[in-house]
């Protein structure tokens, strides 16, 4: 199951992992069963995903394909085996 979430929505998800595919970038995120999949405010749901280790925690950051627009989450977990 796949729960379609807007980027000005997802405010303060933890995530735990993601996957990026040709139907956009998926995230496990705590404290739901389903994976999210990202929606762009340009209705795109395509993301460049970095994931940054700071002193304050890992984040996840990912900017929109299409208008650049950014978001960035506290991480927790790794992301795909294949790097
Ligand atoms: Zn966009």
Same mark, same amino acid.
């Given at each position: 199951?796949?729960?379609? @979430?807007?980027?000005?929505?997802?405010? %303060?998800? @933890? @995530?735990? %992992?993601? /996957?990026?595919?040709?139907? +956009?970038?998926?995230?496990?995120?705590? &404290?739901?069963?389903?994976?999210? /999949?990202?929606? *762009? +405010?340009?209705?795109?749901?395509?993301?460049?995903?970095?994931?940054?280790?700071? =002193?304050? &925690?890992?984040?996840?950051?990912?900017?929109?394909? &299409?208008?650049?627009?950014?978001?960035?989450? =506290?991480?927790? %977990? *790794? &992301?795909? =085996? @294949?790097?």
């Amino acid at each position: 199951m796949v729960r379609d @979430v807007p980027i000005e929505e997802s405010l %303060g998800l @933890v @995530v735990k %992992g993601w /996957r990026s595919t040709d139907e +956009g970038l998926f995230l496990r995120v705590q &404290g739901h069963q389903e994976e999210v /999949r990202l929606i *762009s +405010g340009c209705g795109r749901c395509h993301w460049i995903v970095r994931e940054q280790y700071r =002193a304050e &925690g890992p984040k996840l950051v990912v900017t929109c394909h &299409g208008c650049n627009e950014q978001m960035t989450y =506290a991480y927790e %977990g *790794s &992301g795909p =085996a @294949v790097r």
